[in-house]
């Protein structure tokens, strides 16, 4: 079953097109990486597929909604994840599960065993009422990806999720990553690191607004007779002609 659909996809800006006829599926429980350098368009799509911005044309569908005709239904059904720490620092961990359970729509009485539930899974139980400002930066992005899907969505949208974290604590952040995909979650996933698109099941490489790869790593590994995704990446991103996206 597939979480998103994409058939032509495009967006234009005058005449600009930043994304340029994307045609591709990411299934159930499926982590997904898409990569591309500053200026390739996957800012801009990804901003499509979260309901943000409205296509010039082509259609997707996310979480079996139009992205087009369906903004709000899409918006309610993912969960979405940045580099910017975006969680409360003067609540604690408990108080901003509460906060955002309550935002997403989460019943009110189904909240406290959903946050034991993650207090749990992230290993947190004594942090529970740990004023947020108080927790290291990758124990901060992993509470920030528990809150992400705490309201079970189909998929979530993680963009450049670990930046600025050390390497263990974002090995460590990839374990929460396979768990959620494990329990069905997509994962749809930006990253600047290149040994993280490692860790996806498949990844596509965006060159100026259009997708020039997409298979799993050791495949695009074979294709392209890399030793690494970075060297795919790098071969790739040399095709580009523009800068800025």
């Not at 992205?67 to 609540?91: A, H, N, P």
């Not at 729509?105 to 009422?129: A, W």
């Not at 996933?189 to 790869?213: F, K, L, N, P």
Request: with cysteine; glycine share 8%; net charge neutral.
């Amino acid at each position: 079953m597939n979480v998103i659909e994409t058939e032509r996809l495009t967006k234009r800006f005058g005449d600009f097109v930043a994304v340029d006829r994307l045609d591709f599926q990411v299934a159930r429980g499926e982590i997904f990486g898409f990569l591309g350098a500053n200026g390739a368009g996957k800012t801009t799509a990804m901003r499509m597929l979260c309901g943000l911005s409205v296509p010039t044309s082509g259609t997707a569908r996310v979480a079996g909604f139009d992205i087009g005709r369906q903004t709000e239904s899409v918006k309610k059904s993912i969960g979405y994840m940045s580099q910017k720490f975006s969680l409360y620092d003067d609540l604690t961990v408990a108080e901003n599960f509460r906060l955002f359970g309550g935002i997403y729509g989460v019943p009110s009485r189904e909240i406290p065993s959903r946050t034991d539930e993650m207090l749990e899974l992230l290993d947190f139980r004594s942090e529970k009422n740990t004023f947020v400002k108080s927790l290291p930066l990758g124990w901060k992005q992993k509470l920030s990806f528990s809150i992400a899907i705490f309201h079970r969505p189909g998929v979530v949208f993680l963009d450049e999720p670990t930046g600025g974290v050390d390497p263990v604590s974002r090995r460590r952040f990839w374990e929460l990553i396979y768990e959620a995909s494990d329990r069905g979650i997509t994962v749809f996933a930006t990253t600047h690191y290149m040994d993280e698109a490692e860790y996806c099941h498949r990844a596509s490489i965006m060159v100026d607004g259009r997708i020039e790869a997409l298979d799993t790593p050791a495949r695009l590994k074979q294709a392209h007779g890399a030793a690494s995704m970075d060297e795919v990446f790098r071969n790739l991103a040399r095709k580009a002609t523009r800068r800025a996206d």
